[in-house]
Structures are given as structure tokens and as C-alpha cells.
């Protein structure tokens, strides 16, 4: 029998090893950046084109490379990082395995210049497909550029498994925010597609995070300092009343490198414990400073999990330095953090003093007397007995009726479903009285019985359902703004605003590009009030966000419900008679009224034997 063992070849051995190591654009981007940054770069620029699908380039000021160095960087396990195995554990570099640039280049077309300090000439080096095109002396800035062109390009099946423009640019873009917030003393610059994304200058930890995220986040954070001899802690952590419903703004950095760790986040979280709601998430930029031989990072291809030799201790520490800084700048819980869950109804204010009730009292009554002179009484209990089979008729035939509804939706409405609804109450919403009970219910009641609605439901559904429909058959129209304001917005939500730009013009956002991570509304939704865009832009962002880590819904029911949540805000008053009965008239008119969109009940109809039942 013949041997069938062989050994691969280097091209396709770097390509099945680039599926590990470069998963899309944006690990592209990792690599190189951080690459720039071990050659000791102090100004490191990114360019893009078609969201790095056709062009990823990285230039930098850093120490470049001879000419031999530049022909074997391509090779597999190839690095400078390293010497033995025991420098595994005093790693203060990025990378160190030697497989990044291999396997880019196994599946790109990559052109690499460099020119080493204080020499006159460069080397030039053309490769595709782990196969050398060109090299030859070139003239060159000092430093390194690489450009990678047309990424998968001989890996088809790869190249279709990646998404939408915008959507890799988000990636590329937490990327790039997670390099540049690492190394705040190092100049950086994005560009995509010729516009310039990002231009940070040196400087500290907290001016950077600044640059990135908003001017504003200078005033929404605590500072952490910490040193021990097990770890250093360092960073800042947002003040409980600006934490979001979304992991957004959430940032490890052991000894530079970025990190996810859920046990280090949980020790975050226990510190924020009793000052935020349980679905809400702090936000944090923290730097570990540990010894490298306590800790592996050599346990996955991304390197972005690490494992310590001593985390609990770490765990402590961590958590301790949190709650102390909290407590150091007398960081209170704030009370009204989410406002769609508080309802406080204005109490309205009298115009005069109350008045004393008084009591009528008929003093010729005499409870046992059964019948007078006049014979009154007898008239009284005749003519009830004449109406008694007329109403027992009519509440039988409204029993008959109900017994025809589907039985689930019975249990959830207790006597009415959505036929009924349709059929019998929209149609007598006229001869109803509505009544807003509470805060979050209001009554609608009539001679045949009660129905019961949640406002925060019902406008809840009532909305999406709006949203949905604009999205998918007929876009709303936009009322458009006099005086258009300019909104800023954190670098993800920008690339949201572009991922989004088609879905948020059919729902009335006239939004335009001003550059800069900034846009202007020149039109709103009908129901939107004007000077709210921000708040509610940013409301939207979170809410789409939250709702794509817990659950799987499509792009139009995630925004959607984005959308509906966002307005619940304005349930917070005091509602009008004919504002309830519009409200109870727009939902029985919804596909689905009887259920919010998380699926709680939103009515409940009780006809006289319910209410006879209560008693």
C-alpha cells in the first residue's frame, strides 16, 4: 500500500492558517497596527478603501527594516519578537508568534516598503499568493508601509462570507479605537475612502479617550489609581448615571494589549452593584500592569484572552480599586436613570380649597319596609323583573360569542380576543368612557364592561408596528428642520448612522455627513419633537445595540423596536380622555394588539361575571 501522508505545501499551510489568524479586514488591521507599534512607531497612519476590502494600509515613522529582514517577515514563524521559548514569559510585545504577515500575505496581494533609520535607500517587496513578485531597492520615507490589496482575493469562499461595507467598518473601526487607546503617546490617523475618520494626536490616557468617544467624557468619569505588588491598576470607569443597556464602552488593557474577560468584567460589575439597574452596563478604560511570567496570552490566535496565574487576587484587587474610587468621589446611584421605567404623574395644582363632602340623608327611609302606600315599591321590583331576562339574554349571547375566540388568547384577555375587539369594541369605543387610572393603565369602560390597556404597551406596540411597516411597504415622510442642528456622535455610532443611512431616511431621518463623526438632522420624524435629536439618536443607537446582543431579529424589527422603545419617554404624563381613546383605537387596529413586543399582555376585557367574580 502506498504512503498518503504528505506534507502540505508552505502556500496552502499559510492559507488554512490565515482562516485562524485573519478572519476579516479588521484582523488585518490588528496585526499590521500593532506591528507599527512594536518597531517603536510614533505616528502610525491607516488607510482603507471599500471598507479594506480592496485596500488596507498602514504607514509608520517606526525603526523599518534591511532588506533581509523585509524578505523573511513573510516567512512563517518568522519573528523578531522571540529567541527561545522562555521569552514567552517576559513577552512586552504585540505579536511574537511570526504567522500574521505569512498568512496575509497566502491570501492578499501585499506591497511592502521600508527604509531603515539613518540609511539612503529602501526595499521594495511585491508579493501574492506567499509568492515573491518583486524585490528591489526603492526610495523610501523611514519607517514601514504596508498596503494589502484585494484581501481573500484567491480564497473565494471566504471573500463571500463577508458582510456589508459598513458592517466590516464597524469592525475596523473597534479595532482601531482598541490600538489607539492602548498607546495614547503615539499619533493616529484613519482614513476611509479619502475622508478623514480619525486624527489623534499624543497625548494622555484621558485625552485620548476623550478624542474618541466625545469632549463630554472628560465630566463622566472617575479616575483609578492603584498599585499592589500583585498588579497596578490604572484607568478611569464611568459614573453610574451614564452606564448603558449595551457592552459598548467597556476597555481591558493588560500590559498594553487588549483583552475580553468576562471574570475580570463580572469584578467590575459586583463594584457598581445597588448604583446602577441590573440591565445596565458600566463603562470602563482600565489598564493592568502585571509581571509577564504571571500571565499566558499565548491561548488563542486573536490574543485577546489571557490567563493569569493568581485571578483571584486580581479579581480583589480589581473590584476593591473600583468601589474606592466610587466612594472617593462620592458617587451616588442616581435616581431617575432609566426614565421609561419610572412614571410620576404631575400632580395638578387646585385653584381652590378643597371643599368638605356632604352627605344627603332621607330620613322617611326605612330599609325593612317592603312596600308603601302608594304601592311604589312593588312598581319598583316589577319593573325590574321585566329588564332582568332581557339583560341575562344580552349577556348570554356576548358569552356564546366569546366561547368562539381562540382559547389562549381568552386566558390573556379573560373574555375577548382580537375578533371581538375588532368587531365589537372599536366599533363602540364611542359609548365608552376612558378613565387613566394610574400611571401606566388607563380604563375604558361601557354598560357591556371594562377594558383595561397598559399605556406603556400599547405605545409601545402601536409604534413598532408603524416603524415596521414604513421600513418594509411605505416610508414615512420627514418633517424637515428650519434651523438643521449638528449633532457629534462617538465614532460607533457614526458607523451606525452609515450602516443604518437607508432604514433611518424610511423612517423620517433626513440625516447628512458634516465629517468628522458628525451629522446634520435636516429632518425628523412627525412624532419626534425638534431640539430632542440627540438624545433620542443616541437612544436609538443603544437601544438597536442592546437588542442585538440578547436576541436574533432582523435588521427592520431590530430597529423597529429600537425605535418604539425609545419614544416610551413620552408615556410620562398625564393623558387627555380623547388622547386614551385614540391611543385605545390605534392599538385594537394593530396586526397584534393584545401583546407588547417582548409578549406581555397589554389588555385585558372583564364583562360582568368577571367583576362579579372580584367581589
Not at 71 to 82: D, G, W, Y
Not at 207 to 222: D, H, K
Not at 482 to 489: G, K, M, R, S
Amino acid at each position: 500500500m502506498s504512503d498518503i501522508i504528505r506534507l502540505l505545501p508552505d502556500a496552502v499551510a499559510n492559507q488554512i492558517a490565515a482562516g485562524e489568524v485573519i478572519q476579516r479586514p479588521a484582523s488585518a488591521v490588528k496585526e499590521l497596527m500593532e506591528n507599527a507599534i512594536d518597531a517603536g512607531a510614533t505616528k502610525v497612519q491607516l488607510i482603507l478603501r471599500d471598507a479594506g476590502k480592496s485596500l488596507i494600509q498602514v504607514v509608520d515613522d517606526g525603526n523599518g527594516m534591511s532588506d533581509t529582514d523585509a524578505r523573511l517577515c513573510f516567512e512563517r514563524h518568522a519573528t523578531s519578537k522571540i529567541r527561545k521559548s522562555d521569552d514567552l514569559y517576559t513577552l512586552r510585545t504585540m505579536g511574537f508568534r511570526g504567522e500574521a504577515l505569512a498568512s496575509i500575505a497566502a491570501i492578499a496581494q501585499v506591497e511592502l516598503k521600508t527604509r531603515l533609520v539613518n540609511t539612503e535607500i529602501g526595499t521594495k517587496i511585491h508579493i501574492e499568493g506567499s509568492e515573491v513578485k518583486v524585490q528591489e531597492p526603492v526610495a523610501a520615507p523611514e519607517g514601514t508601509s504596508f498596503a494589502i490589496k484585494n484581501l481573500f482575493y484567491n480564497v473565494p469562499a471566504r471573500k463571500n462570507f463577508l458582510k456589508s461595507d459598513p458592517v466590516e467598518s464597524r469592525h475596523i473601526n473597534e479595532e482601531f479605537i482598541r490600538v489607539a487607546l492602548a498607546n495614547p503617546e503615539i499619533a493616529f490617523t484613519m482614513h476611509q475612502n479619502g475622508h478623514l475618520v480619525y486624527d489623534l494626536k499624543k497625548g494622555n490616557f484621558k485625552q485620548r479617550i476623550s478624542a474618541i468617544f466625545g469632549n463630554n467624557y472628560s465630566e463622566r468619569m472617575v479616575p483609578i489609581e492603584e498599585e499592589t505588588t500583585i498588579v497596578n491598576i490604572e484607568g478611569f470607569v464611568g459614573k453610574p448615571e451614564f452606564s448603558k443597556k449595551s457592552r459598548g464602552e467597556q476597555y481591558f488593557f493588560v500590559n498594553g494589549r487588549f483583552i475580553k474577560d468576562n471574570y475580570l468584567h463580572h469584578a467590575v460589575s459586583a463594584a457598581f452593584e445597588s448604583l446602577i439597574p441590573k440591565d445596565a452596563y458600566p463603562s470602563y478604560w482600565l489598564n493592568i500592569s502585571i509581571d509577564p511570567a504571571s500571565i499566558d496570552v499565548n491561548i488563542h490566535p486573536t490574543k485577546t484572552e489571557i490567563k493569569f496565574l493568581d485571578d483571584k487576587n486580581v479579581y480583589a484587587i480589581l473590584r476593591a480599586s473600583v468601589k474606592r474610587a466610587l466612594g472617593k468621589f462620592s458617587v451616588m446611584p442616581s435616581l431617575d436613570f432609566e426614565q421609561e421605567s419610572t412614571f410620576n404623574l404631575p400632580i395638578e395644582k387646585m385653584n381652590s380649597i378643597p371643599v368638605q363632602p356632604t352627605i344627603r340623608v332621607n330620613p322617611n327611609y326605612n330599609p325593612f319596609k317592603t312596600e308603601t302606600n302608594d304601592g311604589s315599591a312593588n312598581k319598583f321590583r316589577t319593573q325590574w323583573n321585566n329588564a332582568e331576562p332581557a339583560r341575562t339574554q344580552e349577556w348570554l349571547k356576548a358569552h356564546e360569542d366569546l366561547k368562539k375566540q381562540n382559547p389562549a388568547v381568552q386566558q390573556q384577555l379573560g373574555s375577548t380576543s382580537r375578533e371581538k375587539s375588532l368587531s365589537d369594541i372599536l366599533e363602540e369605543l364611542d359609548d365608552f368612557r376612558f378613565v387613566q387610572v394610574s400611571s401606566k393603565h388607563f380604563t375604558a369602560a361601557s354598560e357591556n364592561g371594562l377594558l383595561l390597556i397598559d399605556i406603556m404597551g400599547a405605545y409601545e406596540r402601536i409604534h413598532y408596528e408603524r416603524y415596521l411597516h414604513a421600513l418594509e411597504k411605505k416610508p414615512a415622510a420627514a418633517q424637515q428642520q428650519l434651523f438643521p442642528p449638528q449633532i457629534h456622535l462617538s465614532p460607533a455610532d457614526a458607523q451606525m448612522v452609515k450602516e443604518l443611512e437607508e432604514d433611518l431616511r424610511k423612517l423620517g431621518f433626513d440625516l447628512s455627513d458634516f465629517g468628522n463623526n458628525t451629522i446634520v438632522v435636516n429632518g425628523i420624524p412627525a412624532e419626534l419633537e425638534a431640539g430632542n435629536e440627540e438624545q433620542f439618536l443616541h437612544q436609538i443607537f443603544e437601544q438597536y445595540r442592546n437588542n442585538k446582543d440578547q436576541i436574533r431579529l432582523s435588521s427592520h424589527e431590530n430597529l423597529a423596536r429600537a425605535m418604539a422603545k425609545s419614544l416610551l419617554s413620552r408615556v410620562n404624563r398625564k393623558f387627555a380622555a380623547r388622547e386614551l381613546k385614540q391611543i385605545a383605537i390605534d392599538l385594537l387596529q394593530c396586526e397584534n394588539p393584545n401583546y407588547n413586543i417582548t409578549g406581555k399582555p397589554i389588555l385585558k376585557w372583564l364583562n360582568e361575571s368577571d367583576l362579579q367574580s372580584l367581589f
